[in-house]
């Protein structure tokens, strides 16, 4: 299944996303995705800059996943890959494998802490083999990443954990990924401080960013 979503924000130059849920039983419509829709809903409100999302619904093929991935990248130049679903230990979890096979670096630091982010909720974290990677060609870059396939832990691995007051416990991952895609090309992404902190070195701040300073 292939979908495109509404430019969600105007601009010159939008980030584009590409969001990629991967399960046999939703693609084969047995129930109803609720990866991607997170997914969506989490950028929406997060992002402050232009973006627009590229959204795939697959199933667990690692041939299908492998082109869906290519295609995103290089034929709709995304900057940024989403996946969700596929990561566990199950025979049919291929998702990383998939991941691997386009990658040109491996980017293994949001794996290790998407894991530390999950095992404050449950010991099985450690059973998820979720990983990042960075896809280059000639004139383009992207970063990969997979995610949880379920909609409360994508909010809480991308965001990270906050206590009662609203002090962060432990880091999500995206207040590394606007600096992450200014470093391999991409377009500038700025985000509200109050759902996730993007974090530059002072020296890559721009004077129009928002919260960043």
Request: proline share 6%; aromatic share 4%; with cysteine.
């Amino acid at each position: 299944m292939k979908t495109k979503a509404m430019t969600l924000n105007t601009g010159a130059t939008p980030l584009l996303v590409g969001l990629v849920s991967v399960s046999d039983r939703a693609s084969g419509g047995v129930y109803q995705d609720q990866g991607i829709p997170a997914l969506q809903d989490w950028l929406a409100r997060t992002l402050s800059t232009p973006f627009r999302v590229e959204t795939r619904l697959i199933a667990d093929e690692r041939a299908q996943i492998e082109a869906t991935l290519t295609e995103l990248v290089d034929v709709q130049r995304c900057h940024l890959v989403l996946t969700t679903g596929g990561t566990g230990p199950a025979r049919r979890d291929v998702t990383p494998e998939a991941t691997l096979a386009v990658a040109t670096k491996e980017m293994p630091g949001f794996g290790e802490q998407m894991r530390q982010i999950s095992l404050h909720f449950v010991p099985t974290a450690i059973l998820s083999r979720q990983t990042a990677v960075i896809r280059e060609t000639a004139d383009h870059a992207a970063l990969i990443l997979n995610l949880p396939g379920q909609p409360k832990a994508i909010a809480e691995t991308l965001g990270g954990l906050k206590d009662a007051n609203g002090a962060t416990l432990v880091g999500g991952i995206f207040a590394a990924i606007p600096y992450c895609i200014d470093l391999i090309g991409g377009p500038y992404i700025e985000t509200d401080p109050a759902q996730c902190q993007a974090f530059r070195p002072k020296s890559a701040l721009r004077a129009t960013t928002q919260g960043n300073s």
